[in-house]
């Protein structure tokens, strides 16, 4: 199989990733397209037999960071906790559209590290590799996406209405 | 106390994952069983990484669209107009975009039309490359705008103006040499007090060229609003302002490079 085709293949995962990362469909595919465009122009530049699909999530780790920092997008929210965490708790049962809504409050670089771990379940390693910073901070961000999250789902209420994911 | 292992944040987090080896697992799972707190804390990251892929593990099913498969393959589909950040990097590796928008766009040849439409997606694609740029988006500062149009005006090869935008509370920022289709370009750029950016493409067209009225074109997420009159091609950009925003500030543009 060539690297166009392991290209396509690896599309599926990158719109799931993409998805969890930005939140809407539509600007998901955007960064997902971008993300195969600069992959086919800088194919000359991977290095077969290396891990076609790091390289590509490097990329995309790439794209996206230009494009946030195009269009000024801020992580304000950093350190705050939402107002959601104010409400009743009735446990962690965590819903879609929360959850959405959860993640896309994180701080974008922990939001990235939690992704690549869950969804596409790469080592702590490969999730170094392809974000290019230490492990140390891989787990310091994971821990910390998590905490976050938890502290949310736990401000939860049980008024959320299910939404399925767009 | 003592005797226990020392359990780090780090297992924590791998216990969560599953991803300590058998032994230590169990070290792990014994601590946390004096330590119901802690136990509750990893159990959810747990639940947490279940309602993570229940969300977005449907994505894997979902048909690929058209335009995600084309994009994975050796040339941009030439139905689509890739997106700036793809012509940029592929610009970047064939180094010639000229002869590849000419095969993609099959751009009809000559004429005004033609020529500024072009010239509008080299605008957005400079816009696109430099409005981001925190430290570095000009070659020359305002401050230094004397020197910066005499030397933009030599080396484009007309009298090029910086216009004063500051009644639609724009300022210069600085400006910067690119080059062009059929020579060198300048590109000013400005700035609001909120940190929106535009840029004004400036270059020269061959003689006898005719006027054209403002023509609108939208590159992705910029607007354009191109025109050409007598000696020089104009192209005002944005991403951060709306049309009907850009087009007034065109006006005001046109105006004072008129007179």
Sequence with gaps: MNEAERLIELIPRLRRYARALVGDRASADDLVQDTLERAWAK????????????????????????KVRATRVTDTLE???????????????????DLDRAIARLPSEQRAVLLLVTL??????????????????????????????????????????????? | MSTEPAVTEADLQA??????????????????????????????????????????????????????EGAAKPRPSARRIASIAGWIALGAVLGA????????????????????????RRAAIAHATYSPE??????????????????????????????????????????????????????????????RRLTLYIRAEAKGQRETAFRYARENNVSVFYWIDRDCGYAISSADLSKDELLRIATLVYKQLES
Excluded: C
């Design chain 2, 15 to 68: 216990y969560a994952d599953a991803r300590l080896g058998a032994e230590r697992s169990a070290e792990v799972e014994s601590w946390l069983a004096a330590h119901p707190e802690e136990a509750e804390r990893v159990a959810a990251y747990r639940r947490l990484g279940e309602a993570l892929r229940a969300a977005y593990d449907p994505v894997l099913a979902e048909p690929v669209p058209q335009q995600l």
């Design chain 1, 43 to 66: 194919l000359h530049l991977y290095r077969r037999g290396t891990d076609l699909r790091a390289w590509l999530f490097t990329l995309m780790h790439n794209v996206h960071v230009n």
């Design chain 1, 120 to 166: 596409e379940e790469m080592s702590y390693e490969e999730v170094a590799r392809a974000l290019g910073i230490p492990i140390g901070t891989v787990m310091s961000r994971l821990s910390r996406a998590r905490e976050k999250l938890r502290m949310m789902m736990l401000g939860q209420g049980a008024a959320a209405k299910l939404k399925v994911v767009r």
């Design chain 1, 79 to 97: 350190d705050e906790l939402p107002e959601l965490a104010q409400r009743a708790s009735q446990g962690d049962a965590l819903l879609l559209r």
């Design chain 2, 97 to 120: 975009l000229s002869g590849w928008e000419a095969h993609d766009w099959r751009r009809p040849a000559g004429g005004p039309l033609a020529e500024g439409a072009a010239m509008a």
């Design chain 2, 134 to 195: 925190v430290r570095h988006p000009v070659e020359v500062g305002a401050d230094q705008e004397q020197h910066l149009v005499a030397w933009l005006s030599k080396r484009v090869g007309v009298n090029v103006r910086a216009p004063k935008l500051d009644e639609a509370g724009m300022t210069l920022v600085g400006g910067r040499l690119l080059p062009g289709e059929s020579g060198p370009v300048a590109l000013f750029m400005y700035q609001s007090a909120a940190g």
